[in-house]
């Protein structure tokens, strides 16, 4: 089986972080994980060095004929100059590939390459929260929204800034290979397992509020009794705080309500031990503390976009390489 060629068509003066997180998630050789890994190259109009907006010059193999075979392309950040007014080239390559049928995926302003190629028309998409006024304004047909970390619209992918590179490029990985493949590339970069695409991708602090000390104790409790019903009275009185100072203070925090983190990480066990066991559908409704086959059924489903079945046969393999 040939290796997932991943593109990443670079600009002049790129942001280095954006560039650098798709380069430690699909760059390095995992072959332990998932054999083969992905094969990333890098192009540009013109190969050569292309300088960042840290300074340090990037080497560029490949044209832009190298999009032509790309499985996957990675549109990372780009210049202010090049939001403005992209490369004519580039985006007629970016048509040419969507309509052979690569995956796109953008992380941050790369977001601007794809809306200018017309590919993000009449599709929900996100950018980084400071560039969400200016992107609607100049791409009104795209459905934006800016509380989002990223939007999987099947074969095309936008994230927002910075951080939210490493959620979706986990995300990509998850869907490729399964949860625990994600999950074990996370921890060798160390970093938690992808958060959910929904999270808000920008919170104000309360004043004076320690986001760690606040929740951390609670948020561990809730994972290691997620078999039992869990309501936010039993949160809150974890917390030590009344309901309603409670379930604000944690949608502040995480960015959604206690009873949609609480459905997320059931989803996640249940990914979890859909791969790593095999244990009936009804035995991991009730060890993931959805009680019923036929109510996991239905969260998975609206959740993953799969049965719980099918997700097992998809992804068992997948798991079974990364032991």
Not at 25 to 39: C, E, H, K, N, T
Not at 79 to 95: E, G
Not at 211 to 219: C, F, G, N, S, T
């Amino acid at each position: 089986m040939p290796a997932h060629i991943v593109v990443m068509p670079l600009t002049d003066r790129l942001p280095i972080f954006e560039l650098a997180v798709p380069c430690e998630v699909f760059g390095i050789d995992r072959a332990d994980l998932v054999d083969p890994w992905y094969d990333l190259r890098f192009c540009a109009s013109e190969p050569g060095t292309l300088g960042t907006s840290s300074g340090p010059g990037i080497q560029v193999p490949y044209d832009l004929s190298a999009m032509d075979e790309a499985d996957t392309i990675i549109l990372p950040a780009c210049s202010r100059p090049t939001q403005l007014n992209p490369p004519a080239d580039l985006i007629a390559a970016l048509q040419r590939a969507h309509q052979r049928g690569a995956r796109m995926v953008s992380i941050c302003t790369g977001a601007y390459l794809l809306a200018a190629a017309g590919l993000l028309d009449g599709r929900r998409a996100t950018t980084h929260w400071m560039n969400v006024v200016d992107f609607a304004h100049r791409y009104p047909e795209v459905k934006v929204d800016g509380g989002v970390l990223f939007v999987d619209e099947g074969d095309i992918l936008t994230s927002a800034g910075t951080g939210a590179a490493v959620d979706v490029c986990l995300h990509v990985v998850a869907s490729d290979h399964g949860t625990a493949v994600a999950h074990a590339v996370a921890r060798r970069m160390v970093v938690p397992p992808h958060r959910d695409g929904s999270q808000a991708q920008f919170v104000e602090p309360p004043t004076g509020l320690s986001r760690a000390d606040e929740l951390a104790p609670v948020l561990q409790w809730a994972r290691q009794n997620l078999a039992a019903p869990l309501t936010v009275a039993d949160l809150a009185r974890r917390a030590n705080m009344s309901q309603r100072t409670f379930a604000r203070r944690f949608q502040e925090i995480t960015g959604v309500s206690p009873l949609r983190w609480v459905l997320q990480q059931r989803i996640r066990c249940a990914q979890e031990l859909l791969e790593t066991t095999d244990e009936s559908v009804e035995k991991v409704a009730q060890q993931a503390g959805f009680g019923s086959a036929a109510a996991l059924r239905l969260h998975f489903q609206r959740a993953v976009a799969v049965p719980p079945q099918t997700y097992r046969h998809v992804f068992r393999t997948s798991r079974q390489r990364a032991l």
